[in-house]
């Protein structure tokens, strides 16, 4: 599932191509991949709309639209927003179209948005505008902080006090932090020295601190790198990812640690498949 970084590499992909564009029509060819209003209310309502801007929240893209409306977006396991122009080749004004193509955006610039999603688990939302996006999708309201920015130990520490759930599984939380995934927990903890089953509370006020600081340090960084590709990934111009080339433990099982030359480990905790160095990440505390 895209993680923040890729996330966000698309929201500013998405703000530089759109902002100032229009919806002159709408094309639903996968109805389930609304999730709010109707298909036929949701191409009728974006129909006109201009795109003022987009935002992100956790793992979510919120679109602004004039009148105060808006467009909301999760890409869940493997969406993703393109905008495509017509094939420089063909003189008749063709686009390339993709078989797991749910809903076609025709633009005033000629050019087409178009939501893809090959196992179809994306969604997207229709705000009108005296609505929140909060008010249309009540998970918003429940996630946690953003780890970029201010994001310090401190705003850590009562998260996780007392909780004795191992800490990458608490990482994974979107009400404790929003927008970390597994790829990221894995490369911040082992950037941070620090052990994926240590208890979450039991981390000092120093860990927390480094914790934090390398989770934002390598969010950043894969925001750089635009994202990780593992399977369906691409930005808003259908280009791929290249954190996963960088990653110092993630799938990296049984490789030499790039900073003791110790064998990368895989476990599974929480369901998920977890990378880390033993000799780098102590499961005692430092």
């Known amino acids: 599932m895209p993680e923040l970084p890729e996330v966000e590499t698309v929201r500013r992909g998405l703000a530089k191509a759109l902002t100032g564009d229009k919806v002159v029509a709408v094309e639903v060819l996968r109805k389930d991949s609304i999730a709010l209003v109707s298909a036929a209310q949701f191409a009728k309502r974006m129909k006109g709309r201009e795109f003022a801007g987009v935002q992100r929240r956790g793992k979510y893209l919120l679109l602004d639209l004039d009148g105060q409306m808006g467009m909301a ?6 969406g993703r927003l393109i905008v495509k122009s017509p094939r420089a080749d063909d003189g008749i004004g063709a686009f390339d179209d993709n078989k797991f193509l749910r809903v076609r955006f025709e633009l005033n610039s000629g050019r087409q948005l178009h939501f893809e999603d090959m196992r179809v688990f994306g969604r997207l ?9 909060d008010e249309i999708i009540p998970a918003l ?3 946690g902080p953003e780890p970029l920015g201010d994001f310090n130990g401190k705003m850590l520490r009562p998260l996780l006090e007392g909780k004795k759930q191992a800490i990458k599984t608490a990482l994974l939380d979107q009400t404790l932090v929003a927008g970390v995934g597994n790829i990221y927990a894995d490369e911040s903890l082992f950037l941070a020295a620090i052990h994926p089953q240590r208890a979450a509370g039991s981390l000092s006020a120093k860990e927390l601190d480094r914790l934090a600081h390398h989770i934002s340090a390598v ?3 894969a925001i750089a790198s635009g994202g990780s590709t593992l399977r369906d990934y691409t930005n808003a111009e259908g280009v791929n990812g290249n954190y996963q080339n960088e990653a110092y433990v993630y799938g990296r099982a049984g490789g030499a640690c790039r900073q003791c030359g110790g064998e990368i480990s895989r476990i599974k905790l929480g369901g998920r498949g977890t990378h880390f160095c033993p000799r780098c990440q102590k499961m005692g505390r430092r």
């Open 73 to 78: 977006c999760h890409l869940r396991m493997s």
């Open 125 to 133: 939302w229709f705000k009108s505008g005296n609505q929140s996006f």
């Open 141 to 143: 309201s429940s996630l």
């Open 219 to 221: 969010l950043e960084r």
